[in-house]
């Protein structure tokens, strides 16, 4: 009997011991703290995470003797970063791009390991989500989430589009009969209604959580095939994005068609962006900067009038209200530069367009997380939503360049980095 009352203590000390473990919270002192929802930034604030979760946020509130404290009151303190367009397989060579030769000479382990290591960039510096939006060969994306579900790699949050869903022929052009299969590789042929829903279903199986199509590479999808994508998608909770390169037809079926985002849309004219507000359609604008579209191949001269076409649509977009979520786009990585370094050159082009850094801080962030349907756990330092935290040496609403400078990384409340 003696012996059953001693375990019982044993175990009722145990049970208080695990109890103060799991109370002790980690707290961050943060010196400027960025409100994401009122693009302000606030000074001195103490954010509290227990369990992956923040806990609570607020000027003055009381830290425990057991708490791990993380004092950042010299920085800049902000929801973790989100791109909305990214292909972190791909990779072309500088000023050669050559989409055949990547879907020839590299296999999808290959594509996969090197997924992982941009996908690690990412997180490193500052974006701890991700639209993970499609030309990743065969799936490679799917094991890249796996891998960091399972503790094996560390990476950002991937909302994951699979293959790309477009008419006839992807995105490929001059592909010889012969091969006519070529570019199933990364694309599903959807012509009709019932493909669309067809390759929706195989994308869910493969892990998508997110819809991606193309129009207007090859065929133009009408705005009912549009429709069909939205509804089939929606029965899972998955969203469509389309990318559009210019604008026309193809543009006004994608937004009569319920899509949640236009992904480029570079020739967008002013009735479609107005129109874009009044539904809601996100613009995913991918501004490529004038070294992004040198990299390309284009010469300085095609380069720049690519900058101005980006300048004047992102300034039109802005004026008019249409909703925008920042998207890099990049698959080429500048000299010296790593991934997310060289994607990081597209905000020469929000500069010159004068959006202010408040506003593209919010495309990073709320307005990213609304699009990819995540603005209940993610893209605000509040109660209840995961502690996904950055900060830097400077403060971007001077400069929005200022997001270069991260030098800490928290991931659902683990440290990443922290310099
Ligand atoms: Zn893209």
């Known amino acids: 009997m003696k012996i059953k009352q001693t375990s019982f203590l044993f175990i009722a000390l145990l049970n ?6 799991l109370a002790q919270n980690t707290v961050i002192k943060a010196g400027h703290f960025f409100d994401a929802r009122s693009g302000k930034m606030l000074d001195n604030q103490v954010i509290i995470i227990e369990n992956g979760k923040i806990k609570n946020v ?29 292909h972190i397989t791909s990779n072309l060579s500088y000023r050669k791009r050559n989409w055949n030769d990547v879907d020839v000479t590299e296999s999808n382990a290959l594509r996969a390991i090197r997924g992982s290591v941009v996908a690690k960039q990412f997180l490193d510096n500052g974006f701890t989500t991700i639209k993970e939006i499609g030309n990743d060969a065969n799936y490679a994306t799917a094991d890249i989430i796996k891998a960091i579900n399972k503790g094996w790699i560390q990476g950002p949050t991937i909302i994951y589009a699979g293959k790309i869903i477009a008419p006839y022929g992807g995105q490929s ?33 493969y892990g998508a959580t997110t819809i991606k199509m193309v129009t207007g590479d090859n065929g133009i999808y009408d705005a009912e095939d549009i429709k069909v994508a939205v509804t089939e998608a929606k029965k899972y909770g998955l969203k469509v994005t389309v990318h559009v390169k210019m604008g026309g037809q193809e543009a006004t079926n994608v937004i009569a068609g319920g899509a949640a985002a236009i992904e480029h ?31 390309y191949g284009f010469d300085s001269a095609k380069s720049k009038s690519w900058v101005n076409i980006d300048v004047d649509r992102l300034k039109r977009a802005y004026a008019i209200g249409t909703k925008m979520a920042f998207g ?41 997380a609304e699009l990819l349907g995540i603005e209940k756990e993610r893209g605000v330092l509040a109660p209840y939503y995961y502690a996904d935290i950055i900060a830097l040496k400077n403060n971007p609403l001077n400069n929005i360049e200022a997001i270069k400078t991260v030098q800490f990384v928290m991931k659902e409340g683990k440290v990443i980095r922290r310099d």
């Not at 425990?64 to 990214?86: A, E, Q, R, Y």
Request: hydrophobic share 40%; net charge negative; glycine share 6%.
């Open 265 to 295: 849309g570079f020739g967008l004219d002013n009735t479609q962006l107005q129109l874009m507000k009044d539904k809601g359609t996100f613009l995913v604008g991918t501004d490529l900067a004038f070294d992004n579209w040198y990299a």
């Open 173 to 205: 052009w001059g592909v010889n009969p012969e091969h006519e299969h070529f570019w199933d590789w990364e694309y599903i042929d959807a012509d009709t209604p019932k493909e669309i829903i067809k390759a929706i279903r195989k994308n869910i199986y």
């Open 328 to 368: 890099t786009d990049i698959v080429i990585d500048l000299p010296g530069l790593n991934r997310v370094q060289s994607n990081l050159k597209i905000l020469e082009n929000w500069k010159l367009a004068g959006i202010p850094p408040s506003y593209i801080l919010q495309c990073m962030t709320t307005n990213a």
């Open 58 to 86: 607020g000027a003055n509130l009381k830290i425990n003797k057991t708490d791990t404290v993380i004092d950042l009151s010299d920085s800049w303190v902000l929801p973790g970063l989100m791109d909305c367009h990214v």
């Open 16 to 21: 208080l011991f695990s109890f103060q473990l």
